[in-house]
């Protein structure tokens, strides 16, 4: 995603309010928004918590930033700039964290972004664009540089099958019909997925979230828990605070309440060894063929 | 006047590029001894009436505020509070300037106040940033003066710091950052008052020599008498070609003797005897200063 990234900010570089900060990351794909952008392409080296707190003082000043880096650099070691100064403000600066989940693979745990979504959306004024494949990039992007709310950028590697042509972009979007079960997931995870879905036979009704938080899902959504009797929702990102949660929180608000409920979630380090997003996904079940499993499992079992 | 720059070091009076700082004119007279009464007293009545500590650091930050805001900021400049448990001084000196009214002091840090203990989200168009936690104002100021800069714009943005903040990481993340863009619009004061929280700056973790530490990261660093006005600004009046630091000599509780340099008065409310003390002596301080010579 990172050169849909980069190609679509382009778009926006000759902009004068659009200033682009980086924590010294985005080599061999962020250079021709640095030729593009001149002074307003600003390296703030190694210092996250001084980028995001200057890119308050730019929101503050008129400007809209937007502060790249691997995502827990971002959100994790600046935590307290994006609360206070970024937030309790309600400033227009975009995080845009690259690696959402397990995407910088065997880089290890401080590469990861297990938790960024849950975190950030604990902070007022802030919206969390969860993208899965390029396409969705390309429309966040456009939107995000219209809003006048903080807003974090999860970015990972698209996965979207050949076949595929999802609908055109929306915060909720079906992207598989079907009457089987019912499952619900977040970010670039589902392109694999669906293909097994797909292959499978299960005839699984699929959807996909793609901003956090949402108020009432779409009714053709309840609809389709409540035919089928059955969730599934899969998200790379810990089970607090993540669409697992807020989901069954919605679902409670609409009285909407499937037989079965299941969320597969990020665990961490499940054997304490390290590898691949894949690796990882597979230890947390969030893998194509078990997924696959568990839609096929019987709705009371 | 009393600029002072008696910190040794390997530049001593030589500044980054080698020539000797010219003599430091006050281009100013300072703040009127009557008007800078009254906040000190106004100051102190808020924190009685609300039973309030931090008066010593705002006490030692006071004199540089109230020097800011009558003489030294234009309508396109920016300040940022970045040692925010000094709001009080803060408030008073906009209460001095008319931006805040006398009900808001009065109901400084009870329920329902505009004024909270540190500088508020919203609701007064003169604070910008609600800080208070240590080491966030001088980023945010870096990136005030760095957008009028991107945008072409006039306009100084002032940052005033506590010593003991300089602590923090950030500060010498956002040193660098401005001294690498080159922010020339920018200022930033410390109120070194040489106290923090649990006992002197020198004690708890070492920062000293600062000014020559900015010095050394490349900023035009000078030493005044944070208690004279006219000496403050002479210094903040100054435009130089690198960013500037001000290190302003200060004393916690000033004015106050029994609450000078002690750190207790970092947390400590006034009691009525203090208060009445306290009020006394700045009074005939200032009769005595304005007898004198001047």
């Known amino acids: ?301 | 006047m009393t600029v002072v720059a008696t910190e040794t070091s390997t530049t001593g009076l030589l500044g980054p590029i080698g020539h000797r700082m010219p003599p430091i004119m006050a281009l100013s007279a300072g703040v009127a001894p009557d008007l800078l009464l009254r906040a000190k007293r106004r100051l102190l009545q808020m924190h009685y009436e609300s039973g309030v500590g931090h008066i010593g650091g705002n006490l030692s930050s006071l004199d540089i505020l109230m020097t800011l805001y009558h003489g030294v900021l234009r309508p396109e400049d920016a300040f940022v509070l970045s040692k925010g448990h000094s709001a009080g001084a803060l408030y008073v000196t906009l209460w001095s300037t008319g931006a805040l009214c006398e009900e808001d002091l009065k109901l400084f840090h009870k329920d329902g106040t505009r004024l909270s203990g540190h500088p508020p989200v919203q609701g007064i168009p003169e604070i910008l940033f609600a800080t208070g936690s240590l080491g966030h104002g001088l980023s945010l100021a870096s990136g005030l003066a760095l957008a009028r800069k991107l945008k072409r714009e006039p306009g100084r943005v002032f940052c005033l710091m506590s010593d003991g903040e300089w602590n923090e990481g950030s500060n010498w993340e956002a040193l660098i950052f401005l001294k690498h863009h080159q922010l020339d619009n920018l200022t930033l004061i410390v109120d070194l008052n040489g106290l923090q929280g649990m006992g002197r700056t020198c004690d708890v973790a070492d920062i000293a020599p600062l000014t020559s530490k900015f010095r050394s990261f490349g900023l035009s660093a000078v030493e005044v008498d944070g208690h004279d006005c006219a000496a403050l600004a002479g210094v903040l009046e100054r435009r130089e070609t690198e960013p500037m630091a001000i290190v302003a000599r200060t004393i916690k509780g000033h004015g106050v003797s029994f609450m000078e340099d002690r750190f207790d008065w970092h947390y400590l409310p006034l009691q009525k005897e203090q208060y009445r003390e306290a009020l006394l002596e700045l009074t005939t301080k200032c009769a005595m200063h304005s007898a004198g010579p001047s």
């Open chain 1, 1 to 301: 995603m990172r050169h849909a990234f980069c190609r679509t900010l382009l778009e926006f570089s000759s902009n004068r309010e659009f200033i682009f900060l980086t924590g010294d990351l985005g080599y061999m794909a962020l250079e021709p928004l640095r030729e593009a952008m001149d002074r307003r392409f600003i390296n703030a080296g190694v210092a996250e918590q001084n980028m995001v707190g200057v890119a308050a003082g730019l929101a503050k000043g008129g400007l809209r930033p937007w502060a790249y880096s691997i995502a827990p650099f971002l959100y994790a070691r600046a935590f307290e700039h994006i609360r206070n100064d970024v937030c309790l403000h309600h400033l227009p600066v975009v995080l845009a964290g690259n690696g959402g989940g397990y995407g910088y693979g065997v880089m290890g745990g401080s590469h990861h972004a297990l938790e960024d979504y849950g975190v950030l959306l604990s902070l007022p004024n802030m919206r969390a664009y969860v993208p899965a494949f390029d396409s969705d990039v390309q429309h966040m992007i456009r939107h995000l540089m219209t809003v006048d709310h903080p807003a974090y950028l999860r970015l990972g590697l698209s996965e979207q099958p050949a076949w595929l042509q999802p609908e055109p972009y929306a915060p909720w979007r079906r992207i598989l019909p079907g009457n089987g079960p019912t499952a619900v997931f977040a970010g670039p995870l589902v392109g694999r997925s669906i293909d097994a879905i797909r292959q499978s036979g299960l005839n699984a009704d699929v959807w996909l979230v793609s901003e956090l938080p949402f108020g009432q899902p779409p009714p053709e959504f309840l609809s389709s828990i409540r035919r089928s009797g059955y969730l599934l929702a899969v998200e790379e990102h810990v089970a607090a605070g993540g669409l697992g949660q807020m989901l069954a929180h919605a679902l409670l608000k609409a009285g909407v309440c499937p037989g079965r409920f299941v969320h597969r979630s990020a665990l961490g380090y499940v054997s304490g060894l390290y590898g691949s997003q894949k690796f990882h996904r597979e230890e947390c079940g969030l893998d194509p063929a078990s997924i696959v499993a568990e839609l096929g499992r019987p709705v009371f079992q």
